[in-house]
């Protein structure tokens, strides 16, 4: 699977992006996708994440100001983010897992970066 992820800029801090990841084959057949953050210095961290059956989970720093969702038509998941801080700078990027035969297999796509910034 070949993820490609997209969105990322300059914005101000309060201001709104969204990131998208595209997926080069269905995402149903993906267990799990989700997005990884790693500023500068520090490791890479999970940033949300969504089920194939849309279920959802979030970092504690972003809950109630970033929302991940999936759209299986287009295979693209996406993160949508508000209410952005300097403290969200960092490269993000997207993560599928799929299970097989009680195999993790797992796929990372290229960075997005995101600079929050006045």
């Known amino acids: 699977v070949q993820l490609q992820a997209s969105g990322g800029g300059l914005v101000q801090p309060g201001g709104s992006l969204r990131l998208s990841c595209s997926a080069s084959e269905s995402i149903s057949s993906l267990n799990v996708m989700g997005w990884y953050r790693q500023a500068p210095g520090k490791k890479r961290d999970l940033v949300a994440a969504?089920?194939?059956?849309?279920?959802?989970n979030y970092a504690d720093s972003v809950k109630g100001r970033f929302t991940i969702s999936r759209d299986n038509a287009r295979n693209t998941v996406y993160l949508h983010m508000n209410s952005l801080k300097p403290e969200d700078t960092a490269v993000y990027y997207c993560?599928?897992?799929?299970?097989?035969?009680?195999?993790?297999?797992?796929?990372w796509g290229q960075g997005t970066l995101v600079t929050v910034s006045s």
């Open positions: 993560n599928a897992l799929r299970l097989l035969s009680y195999t993790t297999h797992e796929y």
């Open positions: 969504i089920t194939s059956d849309s279920s959802t």
